[in-house]
């Protein structure tokens, strides 16, 4: 699997940001077969910093109904990045 196809996208939410601001952790979605040590691997080499702790959690399916129809979103896999405490993402 490449660098690339693991890290999905960053999560901004309201607590992702002050977790950001707070304790130096990044929200990424990332790929479902991705395990801890290929994420920090990834976001060591995409972002050039050093990675002190990757903690990893699927997030559900959740119901949807747009109007008559009824179903599902799709479960994903969510991953919470911790820094260094002398470093930052920018753009992140």
């Known amino acids: 699997m490449q660098i690339y196809d693991i890290i999905k996208r960053p999560v901004v939410t309201e607590k992702s940001v002050y977790l950001q601001n707070a304790h130096n952790t990044y929200t990424f979605e990332v790929d479902r077969r991705a395990n801890k040590t290929e994420i920090r691997k990834a976001v060591e080499t995409l972002f050039k910093v050093k990675v002190s702790a990757v903690r990893t959690l699927i997030m559900p399916s959740k119901a949807v109904r747009r109007g008559k129809s009824i179903g599902e979103t799709?479960?994903?896999?969510?991953?919470?990045?911790?820094?260094?405490?002398?470093?930052?993402?920018?753009?992140v």
């Open 74 to 91: 799709s479960p994903w896999k969510k991953a919470l990045v911790t820094v260094a405490a002398d470093q930052k993402i920018e753009g």
